[in-house]
């Protein structure tokens, strides 16, 4: 098996030039945005520093609360996983259903501030190869203890979307073992990435190896 190269990335952000001040308003440009501006709103977040103590997990949510005041809505975008959907298609569909459904209940639609319009952004990711490698099994646990949080946003998020599996690349390169490192492979597949912010992730990623290979 080929050693796991260790890679990183840094996420540039791209203004769309588009902005909004209501739920309809939301609706009708969520429509026309790339899904690549979905993808940068629930996800490009976890690189943010601030994002350590996270209200919310995308920013729809957080726009729906500090810029509408609607807590109501903002709790039920706040609940959204990506991870429940088979893709961002099928995402930006329940965005627009919750949006109409919140419409029908308001007897007045709430507006944001001129100072508070939801500006859509897309983002690209730069990765860039490291020198680090890992060459066994067992150290996994080490490495991704010294891993930056930004290489592992690269390896269990970007992954998730980019390979074929929709897994991320460490339980890729385990199962390219064979059966030998499935169990493990399945415990590392199973964690509700989403709601964890990348602190998180690490501190469970590096105890769920270390327990294994104790």
């Not at 501006?37 to 209200?55: A, I, K, N, T, V």
């Amino acid at each position: 098996m080929d050693p796991f190269q260790i890679r990183d990335c840094t996420i540039a952000a791209v203004a769309l030039g588009e902005k909004v001040y209501s739920l309809s308003e939301l609706a009708n440009k969520l429509r026309e945005v790339p899904q690549g501006s979905l993808y940068h709103h629930f996800w490009g977040g976890r690189l943010r520093p601030q994002f350590e103590h996270p209200e919310y997990h995308n920013d729809f949510a957080a726009w729906a609360h500090h810029a509408l005041h609607d807590q109501v809505f903002a709790e039920r975008l706040g609940v959204l996983n990506p991870q429940d959907y088979h893709d961002l298609a099928d995402l930006r569909e329940e965005m627009l259903f919750l949006i109409d459904e919140r419409i029908d209940e308001r007897e007045v639609i709430p507006r944001s501030s001129k100072e508070e319009p939801f500006h859509f952004v897309a983002s690209r990711i730069l990765v860039f190869s490291t020198p680090k490698t890992i060459h066994e099994p067992k150290e996994m646990g080490e490495a991704i203890y010294h891993m930056s949080l930004s290489s592992l946003f690269y390896h269990v998020i970007d992954a998730n979307r980019r390979t074929k599996e929709r897994s991320n690349d460490f339980c890729v390169w385990l199962r390219g073992f064979g059966q030998e490192y499935d169990s493990l492979a399945q415990k590392v597949d199973s964690m509700d990435i989403y709601f964890l912010t990348l602190q998180q992730l690490k501190n469970r990623l590096v105890e769920t190896m270390r327990s294994y290979f104790r």
